[in-house]
C-alpha cells in the first residue's frame, strides 16, 4: 500500500508542533500511521519526525503488519509459557531498541484521554495508561507530549489510497443493500433481515481483490421500533415486519479497517400521506446539506441548512441528533472531525470525509434516517454512497415483498 501522502501529511504535523516522534496503540491510529490495521490491539506504531515509521507487532500479526507502508516492522510474543507477562511489559524490549533513534529530551506525541475505537476483533487490548509507562521504561529520555488533538486532526484528512479504501467499503455495502432489500418480505423478523444484510456482504466481498479483512454491523428496527434509532445504539428484535411498517436498516461496515457508517430506510408497501412527508422531508434536507458542502464552509451551517428544512417542515423536534461526524478511520464516534453539529467550530477541508443523515423519529409511530458518506473535494463535495439514493428506491410493493416471500 502507498503510504507516501500520509507520510508526508505525518510530517508536517509532528514537525508543526514540535515533536521528534508520534507513538499510537489504538488499531485506527496505527492504521492511519502504517497503513495496518492491528488484530488484537497489541500492536504500536511509532511515526518520526522524517516521515518514517516503524511498526512493532505480535509475531503472528507480521503477514499482515507487512502489507502496510512502515519502514521498519519488529515482532514481540506476547506470551510464552516461561513466564506470565502483559502486552505493555512485552513491548518494552522491541522499543528499546528504538532509544539510538531518540536525542536527550526528543518530544514524543501519545495518545492520552477518552476514545471511541472500532472493533477489530472479538476481543481488543487497550494500553490505556500503561503505554506512556512501557515508553517511560524503554525512552527513559524522552519527554511525552499529549496529541490527542493532533491526531483528530490527521485523521479528518484522508489520503487519495485512504479513500480508494473507503470506496472500496461503499461499494462493498452498496452491493448488500441493493440485494438484500430484494429478500424483504412481511413475516421475516427484524433479526433475520439483519442477517440477509451481512451474509450479502460477505457475498459483494468475494468479488473485491486485495480486501484481506472485512467487518459488517447490520441492524433493522421496524414499525415502532424504528423510531428509537436515534439511540447511543440499534438493536434487531424478533419483531415480524409487517405490511405498511417502516424498515430502517443501519449498518458500519468495513474492508481492511476503513469503516462505513449507512442507513437506509425502506416502506414495505406504499407509504401513507405521513410517511409519504417524512420521506419528502428528509431528501429535501438531504439536499439542502449537499449544496452546503464545501472547502471553507462551516460545519455547523451543513447542520443548519438540513436542520432547517425539517423545521419548516413540521419536523424539527423529530430530528433528534446531529447532521453528520467523521466516519473512516471512526466508524460511530459523534466527535470524529468534522462535527457536523448545530456547535461545530470545524471547518471544512478536501479529503474530510463524513456521514449526512438527516432524520426524523416519531415516538410509537416510527422513524426514518436516510444516512449517505460524503468526500469534501476542492469543489465542493462527492458522494460516496451512490446507491438508493431516490424515494422510490426505498418503497418496497406488497408485489415485490410476496415475490420475496415465495423465494
Same mark, same amino acid.
Given at each position: 500500500m502507498n503510504g507516501k501522502e500520509r507520510n508526508a501529511l505525518l510530517h508536517d504535523a509532528i514537525s508543526q508542533m514540535g515533536l521528534d516522534a508520534l507513538v499510537c496503540a489504538l488499531p485506527k491510529n496505527v492504521l492511519m500511521l502504517s497503513g495496518y490495521w492491528p *488484530? &488484537?490491539?497489541?500492536?504500536?506504531?511509532?511515526?518520526?519526525?522524517?516521515? /518514517?515509521?516503524?511498526?512493532?507487532?505480535?509475531?503472528?500479526?507480521?503477514?499482515?503488519?507487512?502489507?502496510?507502508?512502515?519502514?521498519?516492522?519488529?515482532?514481540?510474543?506476547?506470551?510464552?509459557?516461561? $513466564?506470565? !507477562?502483559?502486552a505493555a511489559e512485552a513491548v518494552v524490549a522491541p522499543l528499546r531498541r528504538l532509544e539510538g533513534q531518540f536525542a536527550a529530551g526528543a518530544r514524543v506525541g501519545i495518545e492520552h484521554g477518552e476514545e471511541s475505537e472500532p472493533s477489530s476483533y472479538a476481543a481488543m487490548h487497550l494500553y490505556g495508561g500503561s503505554l506512556s509507562r512501557a515508553l517511560k521504561r524503554a525512552l527513559p529520555k524522552t519527554n511525552p507530549v499529549l496529541a490527542d488533538g493532533l491526531i483528530r486532526k490527521l485523521q479528518a484528512i484522508k489520503t487519495e489510497t485512504e479513500l480508494g479504501r473507503v470506496r472500496t467499503?461503499?461499494?462493498? !455495502?452498496?452491493?448488500?443493500?441493493?440485494?438484500? $432489500?430484494?429478500?424483504?418480505?412481511?413475516?421475516? !423478523?427484524?433479526?433475520?433481515?439483519a442477517?440477509?444484510?451481512?451474509?450479502? +456482504?460477505?457475498? %459483494?466481498?468475494?468479488?473485491? $481483490?486485495?480486501?484481506?479483512? /472485512?467487518?459488517?454491523?447490520?441492524?433493522?428496527? $421496524?414499525?415502532?421500533?424504528?423510531?428509537?434509532?436515534?439511540?447511543a445504539y440499534a438493536r434487531s428484535r424478533a419483531k415480524q415486519l409487517g405490511d405498511g411498517d417502516l424498515l430502517l436498516v443501519h449498518c458500519n461496515t468495513c474492508a481492511d479497517g476503513?469503516?462505513?457508517?449507512?442507513?437506509? =430506510?425502506? %416502506?414495505?408497501?406504499? @407509504?401513507?400521506?405521513? #410517511?409519504?412527508?417524512?420521506?419528502?422531508?428528509?431528501?429535501?434536507?438531504?439536499?439542502?446539506?449537499?449544496?452546503?458542502?464545501?472547502?471553507?464552509?462551516?460545519?455547523?451551517?451543513?447542520? #443548519?441548512?438540513?436542520?432547517? &428544512?425539517?423545521?419548516?417542515?413540521? +419536523?424539527?423536534?423529530?430530528?433528534?441528533?446531529?447532521?453528520?461526524?467523521?466516519?473512516?478511520?471512526?466508524?460511530?464516534?459523534?466527535?470524529?472531525?468534522?462535527?457536523?453539529?448545530?456547535?461545530?467550530?470545524?471547518?471544512?477541508?478536501?479529503?474530510? &470525509?463524513?456521514?449526512?443523515? @438527516?432524520?426524523?423519529?416519531?415516538?410509537?409511530?416510527?422513524?426514518?434516517?436516510?444516512?449517505?458518506?460524503? *468526500?469534501? =473535494?476542492?469543489?465542493?463535495y462527492e458522494l460516496l454512497t451512490d446507491f438508493q439514493t431516490g424515494m422510490a428506491d426505498l418503497f418496497l410493493t406488497s408485489g415485490q415483498a410476496d415475490s420475496a416471500r415465495s423465494a
Amino acid at each position: 500500500m502507498n503510504g507516501k501522502e500520509r507520510n508526508a501529511l505525518l510530517h508536517d504535523a509532528i514537525s508543526q508542533m514540535g515533536l521528534d516522534a508520534l507513538v499510537c496503540a489504538l488499531p485506527k491510529n496505527v492504521l492511519m500511521l502504517s497503513g495496518y490495521w492491528p *488484530v &488484537v490491539g497489541t500492536s504500536i506504531a511509532i511515526a518520526f519526525s522524517d516521515g /518514517t515509521v516503524h511498526l512493532i507487532v505480535p509475531e503472528d500479526e507480521r503477514e499482515l503488519a507487512q502489507n502496510g507502508w512502515a519502514k521498519h516492522v519488529a515482532t514481540f510474543k506476547p506470551g510464552s509459557l516461561e $513466564s506470565i !507477562t502483559t502486552a505493555a511489559e512485552a513491548v518494552v524490549a522491541p522499543l528499546r531498541r528504538l532509544e539510538g533513534q531518540f536525542a536527550a529530551g526528543a518530544r514524543v506525541g501519545i495518545e492520552h484521554g477518552e476514545e471511541s475505537e472500532p472493533s477489530s476483533y472479538a476481543a481488543m487490548h487497550l494500553y490505556g495508561g500503561s503505554l506512556s509507562r512501557a515508553l517511560k521504561r524503554a525512552l527513559p529520555k524522552t519527554n511525552p507530549v499529549l496529541a490527542d488533538g493532533l491526531i483528530r486532526k490527521l485523521q479528518a484528512i484522508k489520503t487519495e489510497t485512504e479513500l480508494g479504501r473507503v470506496r472500496t467499503s461503499c461499494a462493498l !455495502t452498496g452491493e448488500a443493500f441493493e440485494q438484500a $432489500s430484494k429478500q424483504l418480505h412481511v413475516g421475516i !423478523t427484524e433479526i433475520a433481515a439483519a442477517e440477509l444484510y451481512r451474509a450479502q +456482504f460477505r457475498v %459483494s466481498q468475494a468479488g473485491y $481483490s486485495g480486501v484481506q479483512r /472485512t467487518e459488517a454491523f447490520f441492524f433493522v428496527m $421496524s414499525g415502532a421500533n424504528s423510531a428509537k434509532a436515534h439511540g447511543a445504539y440499534a438493536r434487531s428484535r424478533a419483531k415480524q415486519l409487517g405490511d405498511g411498517d417502516l424498515l430502517l436498516v443501519h449498518c458500519n461496515t468495513c474492508a481492511d479497517g476503513y469503516w462505513t457508517d449507512v442507513t437506509r =430506510t425502506y %416502506s414495505i408497501g406504499r @407509504p401513507d400521506d405521513q #410517511r409519504n412527508q417524512m420521506y419528502a422531508a428528509i431528501f429535501a434536507a438531504r439536499e439542502a446539506a449537499f449544496q452546503a458542502i464545501a472547502p471553507g464552509e462551516k460545519a455547523a451551517d451543513v447542520d #443548519r441548512a438540513a436542520r432547517s &428544512v425539517l423545521h419548516d417542515r413540521g +419536523f424539527g423536534k423529530e430530528f433528534k441528533h446531529s447532521t453528520g461526524h467523521g466516519v473512516g478511520f471512526d466508524a460511530i464516534s459523534a466527535n470524529a472531525l468534522p462535527r457536523i453539529h448545530p456547535k461545530s467550530p470545524d471547518i471544512l477541508e478536501p479529503g474530510m &470525509v463524513f456521514n449526512i443523515e @438527516p432524520a426524523i423519529y416519531i415516538d410509537g409511530f416510527g422513524g426514518i434516517r436516510h444516512c449517505d458518506m460524503v *468526500v469534501v =473535494t476542492e469543489s465542493g463535495y462527492e458522494l460516496l454512497t451512490d446507491f438508493q439514493t431516490g424515494m422510490a428506491d426505498l418503497f418496497l410493493t406488497s408485489g415485490q415483498a410476496d415475490s420475496a416471500r415465495s423465494a
